[in-house]
């Protein structure tokens, strides 16, 4: 189990034309309330299903399981 530890930043968005390169990453969200999240992302070729439970307002328990890319696809269409 991993734990996701929330920080927020500004950015600087004349910084971001410096980049030159990157993931491609897209994510839907399938079920999300105050205590609990289920999202599909797809990062390049690869996808994931994640789920997140809040332990405190900072901190949340992470699980995430690699799934099949055309199940994601499919998953993401009804993703918020």
Known sequence: MKLEIVRKFIVNDSKLTLLNSGDHIVQGCLSDN???????????????LTIKNSDTAMVRSE?????????ANYMLKFAD
Not at 34 to 48: G, K, L, Q, T
Not at 63 to 71: C, M, N, S
């Open 34 to 48: 105050n205590e609990n999240s289920i999202r599909v992302r797809r990062i390049n070729d690869d996808a994931y």
């Open 63 to 71: 699980f995430e399981y690699p799934i099949d890319l055309d199940e």
